[in-house]
């Protein structure tokens, strides 16, 4: 029997946003039980939101620390490859989410060294020199989808959606039907939208 081609997807995320992680975990899920190859893409929530005048405090302070990981990401991508997006944005995603630790520069350092890369890459966090790609970046994604909605952004053979929005990480086979089932929207000529309030908040384990 002939092995079919595995499909290829584009997933954009901001490593401060808990939804993309659970769906960036229920996609290597989906790895082990269809075939199924991701790029990793950042897009940026401050840039997202940053002509917007409506967000509280906290958000805007939020929002005031997102530029260093997401410049990380593509410092590191721009000198070592794309393949090292994945291990940074797993190790930076388990200590902001899982972990819960402290998000100062020794966070980043440790998660560049559990990724293979030198420490002194943080020094890209605080750099405006990768915001233009940062951006270009964002943009490739967020244009895909409309300005409304936020990350993370998937794109499949053509069509792309924001979400899927799902607590907690759909493990196994599990992962494998919802896999089928956004697939299955997807390809419906003019599909939009499903959505309903979250009842729960985020669960990473």
Not at 75 to 86: I, N, P, R, Y
Not at 169 to 198: C, H, N, T, Y
Request: hydrophobic letters at 40%; aromatic letters at 10%.
């Amino acid at each position: 029997m002939t092995e079919q081609a595995p499909v290829e997807v584009d997933f954009w995320f901001d490593p401060l946003c808990p939804w993309a992680w659970i769906t960036s975990r229920w996609m290597l899920e989906v790895a082990q039980v269809r075939p199924v190859t991701t790029r990793w893409h950042v897009m940026s929530l401050a840039v997202l939101n940053e002509k917007r005048e409506d967000l509280s405090e906290g958000y805007r302070e939020m929002l005031s620390k997102a530029w260093g990981p997401v410049r990380l990401c593509v410092a590191a991508e721009q000198k070592f490859g794309h393949e090292v997006v994945l291990p940074l944005y797993t190790a930076i995603g388990t200590k902001f989410h899982n972990e819960k630790a402290e998000r100062n520069r020794q966070l980043f350092e440790t998660a560049l060294a559990e990724a293979g890369l030198p420490a002194d890459l943080a020094d890209a966090m605080t750099s405006t020199e990768y915001d233009e790609l940062v951006r270009a970046s964002h943009a490739e994604g967020i244009e895909r989808v409309g300005y409304e909605v936020g990350t993370p952004v998937i794109s499949i053979e053509g069509a792309s959606i924001f979400g899927p929005v799902v607590s907690p990480i759909p493990r196994g086979e599990a992962a494998g039907k919802l896999w089928d089932g956004v697939r299955l929207v997807m390809q419906a000529d003019g599909f939009f939208e499903l959505k309903r309030s979250r009842y729960r908040d985020p669960i990473f384990d």
